[in-house]
């Protein structure tokens, strides 16, 4: 079955740099990635998503790129502002297919 | 504002309680999900039903019962619950299997 790793766990940025948090999967027929933001407190929401025909997607401050022959895709966060803080998972699915998600990262923009 | 509803958001039961958790969604769509979510711990999948049938239990104990009456409600029936299930229970909902995922508040569920 798909596994879905996520790295790093925890991060720490200025607020003002960017972020960058990396997953990998391991299943190649897995077609669908989406990110999802969960704020403290709150329910996880869909922040961005890539399919497998695309390799990179921006909405933005936030972009996701996706690297196919390598299994792993990333999402990037520009220009960070306190209210990125939050737990970050990605997940990784095929049509018809439950998603798996990441462990998550913690992200902590300080002011 | 969500189509994900969840009731109630807060629960605290004793481990001889039977108490049920029921999720909403008016979004029309067909596979609804189950997620707990601990501490420090990833989403881990617990339940999914498409078109009213489940299809995926993951190793849960039987002390958690779902229930699918139609594709815009789920339950889960909480019996004879441990300490460890306290936990952030998660409902979700996706157009189909694959398909992107709207997930409810949850309930914070706490076993005393």
């Known amino acids: 079955g798909e596994n879905v790793e996520q790295h790093p766990s925890t991060l720490s940025v200025q607020e003002g740099d960017s972020a960058v948090i990396k997953c990998t999967y391991s299943?190649?027929?897995?077609?669908?990635f989406p990110w999802y933001k969960q704020e403290l407190g709150k329910r996880p929401q869909l922040i961005i998503d890539?399919?497998?025909?695309?390799g990179e997607k921006k909405d933005q401050r936030i972009a996701v790129t996706l690297n196919k022959t390598a299994k792993h895709f990333s999402l990037h966060i520009t220009e960070t502002q306190p209210e990125d803080s939050a737990v970050y998972f990605c997940?990784?699915?095929?049509?018809?297919?439950?998603?798996?998600f990441g462990p998550g990262t913690r992200l902590s923009v300080l002011p | 504002e969500t189509g994900v509803t969840q009731t109630p958001r807060h629960l605290v039961m004793g481990m001889t309680n039977k108490k049920s958790l029921k999720c909403e969604q008016h979004l029309g769509h067909n596979a609804m999900y189950w997620y707990k979510q601990s501490a420090k711990k990833p989403l881990e999948l617990m339940f999914v039903?498409?078109?009213?049938?489940?299809?995926e239990n993951n190793s849960v104990p039987s002390r958690f019962s779902p229930e699918c009456p139609n594709s815009s409600h789920l339950f889960l029936h909480l019996h004879t619950l441990q300490p460890e299930d306290s936990a952030l229970y998660l409902c979700a909902s996706s157009q189909d299997k694959g398909q992107p995922q709207h997930f409810g508040d949850g309930t914070r569920l706490s076993i005393l």
């Open positions: 890539i399919r497998s025909n695309v």
């Open positions: 299943d190649s027929a897995s077609n669908y």
């Open positions: 997940a990784a699915s095929n049509y018809g297919q439950n998603f798996v």
């Open positions: 039903y498409n078109f009213k049938e489940q299809t």
